[in-house]
């Protein structure tokens, strides 16, 4: 069964310009969560799909950040326009939760971002 | 203050050595307890969980102590492989799934 797939693996852009990341939950999961690790720094939520809906974006840094998820499959990333402090790891997750058991979190390798 | 704190380490020991680390998490209200594992460059997987009367897999101890807001991970006999960096995540449920929030993660060395 294929894992969580995430796009691209690395992407390096200069300052202002855009960049989408990718990522393709496990079949059936309906969770899907963003998260980002700068370095030095832990990894840190940023955001929670259930399905197509936007369950908790408490994390997203700023409006330069949009996530999506039209018809409850992949998400997509948007950072526009890219700022130096943006550069990171940003990771996928998803988990399919079912009542009284905590949902284990499946990564993705993660789209490593670089923002010169 | 951190949601959640663990040893900075990093923890470098020999083969065969018993190493545990510790984290400490402050919101009261979290529910569930999980130790991940991420190696060098790659993305975190879950080790295992962790559940009130404490659990063990294998060499892999974890206790969690719902009053003092603590939680452990204790590795017996350390193989060379045990080399990563371990993750202290705690979920608190104001949904049907959570959200997770991660340490900084400690770094372990297992040399021979």
């Known amino acids: 069964e294929a894992g969580v797939t995430q796009f691209p693996s690395h992407s390096v852009i200069e300052k202002g310009q855009t960049v989408t990341l990718r990522c393709d939950p496990i079949?059936?999961?309906?969770?899907l969560y963003w998260y980002r690790r700068v370095m030095g720094k832990e990894i840190k939520f940023l955001l929670h799909?259930?399905?197509?809906?936007?369950?908790?974006e408490s994390g997203m840094p700023n409006n330069r950040f949009l996530a999506e998820r039209t018809g409850g499959t992949y998400s997509t990333l948007k950072v526009q326009p890219a700022e130096l402090e943006d550069s990171g790891v940003y990771f996928c997750?998803?988990?399919?939760?079912?009542?009284?058991?905590?949902?284990?979190?499946?990564f993705g390798e993660g789209s490593r971002l670089t923002v010169l | 203050r951190k949601e959640v704190e663990q040893d900075p380490g990093p923890f470098n020991v020999p083969e065969g050595a018993t190493v545990a680390f510790n984290c400490t998490y402050s919101?009261?209200?979290?529910?569930?307890f999980f130790w991940y594992r991420q190696d060098c460059r790659k993305e975190p997987k879950l080790l295992m969980s962790?559940?009130?009367s404490g659990n063990e897999d294998g060499r892999f101890t974890a206790q969690l102590n719902r009053a003092s807001q603590y939680i452990s991970l204790l590795i017996r006999d350390s193989k060379l492989s045990d080399s990563a960096t371990y993750l202290c995540?705690?979920?608190?449920?104001?949904?049907?799934?959570?959200?997770?929030?991660f340490g900084d993660g400690t770094t372990l060395t297992v040399k021979p």
């Open positions: 997750a998803s988990s399919q939760a079912s009542r009284g058991r905590p949902g284990e979190l499946f």
């Open positions: 079949s059936g999961h309906d969770n």
């Open positions: 799909f259930v399905k197509e809906s936007k369950q908790d």
């Open positions: 919101n009261s209200a979290s529910q569930s």
């Open positions: 962790v559940y009130s």
């Open positions: 995540v705690v979920k608190s449920y104001n949904t049907n799934a959570g959200k997770s929030t």
